[in-house]
């Protein structure tokens, strides 16, 4: 059964960094895209950042451009999400996602990680 578990979030102030990873199981990691989604207290889950199979194009959201960068490590089965410059507004639950890169959409599928908090005072 595939599964994707998150670890890496916290507390941190305006200004700061983290790195979130996520740990897929169950599936051929390399076959799929991963996808980083963030949900904040109130408000809808919005997509923050994917990477396509492989180690093929990333692509990021307009609000974190510039500040976060996704990778993965296919040897280890892991894709990260290193946020910098942490802003009030990226706190949330942060999520990870198996889905598919069609050009540059992604289309997520249902299997998700349970999520991990980050919080980022001011």
């Known amino acids: 059964e595939a599964q994707l578990v998150e670890s890496g979030g916290g507390l941190v102030q305006a200004g700061g960094s983290l790195r979130l990873s996520c740990s897929p199981s169950?599936?051929?990691?390399?076959?799929?895209?991963i996808g980083w989604f963030r949900q904040a207290p109130g408000k809808e889950r919005e997509g923050v950042s994917c990477?396509?199979?492989?180690?093929?194009?990333?692509y990021y959201a307009d609000s974190v451009k510039g500040r976060f960068t996704i990778s993965r490590d296919n040897a280890k089965n892991t894709v990260y999400l290193q946020m910098n410059s942490l802003k009030p507004e990226d706190t949330a639950v942060y999520y990870c996602?198996?889905?598919?890169?069609?050009?540059?959409?992604?289309?997520?599928?249902?299997?998700w990680g349970q999520g991990t908090q980050v919080t980022v005072s001011s």
């Open positions: 990477i396509s199979k492989g180690n093929g194009p990333t």
């Open positions: 996602n198996r889905g598919i890169t069609i050009g540059a959409s992604y289309f997520p599928q249902d299997y």
């Open positions: 169950g599936f051929p990691f390399d076959n799929y895209a």
